[in-house]
T-cell receptor, first 109, second 114 residues
Framework: DAKTTQPNSMESNEEEPVHLPCNHS???????IHWYRQLPSQGPEYVIH???SNVNNRMASLAIAEDRKSSTLILHRATLRDAAVYYC??????????FGTGTRLTIIP | DSGVTQTPKHLITATGQRVTLRCSPR?????VYWYQQSLDQGLQFLIQ???????AKGNILERFSAQQFPDLHSELNLSSLELGDSALYFC?????????????FGEGSWLTVV
C-alpha cells in the first residue's frame, strides 16, 4: 500500500489558520492525494483531494509540492468543530483507501 | 449527510450469533466498501464491491462475508460472533472506485458483542 507520514498530533488556536503536513515520497504519477477527517464516533468525512495542482473548496485548501512528495492541508480559520483526526491518503488506481493513523488536531479556544 | 445509509445504527448481540449489516450507497454510486474500526483502532478495510462483483479484499475474516445486490445495496454478514468483533462498521461508496473519485462514508453501525 502507498505510504503517507503525518504528525501524530497538532494543536491550533481557534480562528487561526492550520497547516497539516503530509509526506508521501513514494507517490506515483497517477496517485491522487485525498484528505479525510473523522470526528469521534462518526464516519470519515471527505475534505479535499488533488493530483498535481493546488485545490480549494469550501472546507479547505490543498497545497501540493511541485515534486508531489508532500502536501499540506490548510484550514483557513479553525473552529472548534474542526477538531478531528485528519487522514492524508494516497488513492491508487481502483484500490481501496488505506487509512493510516492520521493527525489528531486539537483546537484551543 | 453523505447520502450513504447504514442500518442498523446500533446492535447488541451475543457471542456465537450471526448479524447482517446493510448499506445503501449514494444514488448512482456503483462501488461499495466496508471498513471496520475497533475501539481506539484505525480503519481497517474489509472488502470492496463494484457493480455486484467483488473487486478487492482486505483483512476480512472467514466468518465474515459480504455481497452487493443488483440494486447496488450491500450487506455484510458476520457469523460466529466473538467479543473481539465489537466495533464500528462503516460502509462507503463511490461512483466507480477510481482514484480521482470521492469516497463517501456512512455513519456506521455500532456492533456490541456480549
Amino acid at each position: 500500500d502507498a505510504k503517507t507520514t503525518q504528525p501524530n498530533s497538532m494543536e491550533s488556536n481557534e480562528e487561526e489558520p492550520v497547516h497539516l503536513p503530509c509526506n508521501h515520497s513514494t507517490i506515483s504519477g497517477t496517485d491522487y492525494i485525498h484528505w479525510y477527517r473523522q470526528l469521534p464516533s462518526q464516519g470519515p468525512e471527505y475534505v479535499i483531494h488533488g493530483l498535481t495542482s493546488n485545490v480549494n473548496n469550501r472546507m479547505a485548501s490543498l497545497a501540493i509540492a511541485e515534486d508531489r512528495k508532500s502536501s499540506t492541508l490548510i484550514l483557513h480559520r479553525a473552529t472548534l468543530r474542526d477538531a478531528a483526526v485528519y487522514y492524508c491518503i494516497l488513492h491508487v488506481g481502483n484500490e481501496k483507501l488505506t487509512f493510516g493513523t492520521g493527525t489528531r488536531l486539537t483546537i484551543i479556544p | 449527510d453523505s447520502g450513504v445509509t447504514q442500518t442498523p445504527k446500533h446492535l447488541i448481540t451475543a457471542t456465537g450469533q450471526r448479524v447482517t449489516l446493510r448499506c445503501s450507497p449514494r444514488s448512482g454510486d456503483l462501488s461499495v466498501y466496508w471498513y471496520q474500526q475497533s475501539l481506539d483502532q484505525g480503519l481497517q478495510f474489509l472488502i470492496q464491491y463494484y457493480n455486484g462483483e467483488e473487486r478487492a479484499k482486505g483483512n476480512i475474516l472467514e466468518r465474515f462475508s459480504a455481497q452487493q445486490f443488483p440494486d447496488l445495496h450491500s450487506e455484510l454478514n458476520l457469523s460466529s460472533l466473538e467479543l473481539g468483533d465489537s466495533a464500528l462498521y462503516f460502509c462507503a461508496s463511490s461512483v466507480d472506485g477510481g482514484s480521482g473519485n470521492t469516497i463517501y462514508f456512512g455513519e456506521g453501525s455500532w456492533l456490541t458483542v456480549v
